[in-house]
């Protein structure tokens, strides 16, 4: 199975003091979907922290280069950064 690109898909709901953080995957330009949707797929990421201030959304997170997930290549291989 071909998957194109890792998605991370993040936010911080402040008036319920809760954050939440999506590891997705995206075949196309489309809708991410979760990685626990496909078989032997799971989430890989660890929720540090988050907040939201002056307009801006600020999530930390942990994850592994090399997870072992079959459905994702190692990040070391081909990995972009993107501020959002």
């Known amino acids: 199975m071909l998957i194109l690109c890792l998605v991370l898909v993040g936010w911080v709901d402040n008036e319920k003091q809760r954050i939440t953080l999506i590891d997705a995957l995206a075949l196309a330009n489309e809708r991410p979907f979760e990685d ?7 989430n890989d990421v660890l929720l540090l922290s988050g907040r939201e201030f002056h ?29 959002a």
Not at 36 to 42: K, Q, R, S, V, W
Not at 59 to 70: A, N, S, Y
Request: charged letters at 30%.
């Open 36 to 42: 626990t949707a496909l078989p032997d797929g799971h």
């Open 55 to 83: 307009g801006r959304t600020q999530i930390t997170f942990r994850r592994k280069l090399v997870t072992g997930d079959p459905n994702v290549r190692s990040t070391s291989e081909n990995f972009v950064r993107l501020r």
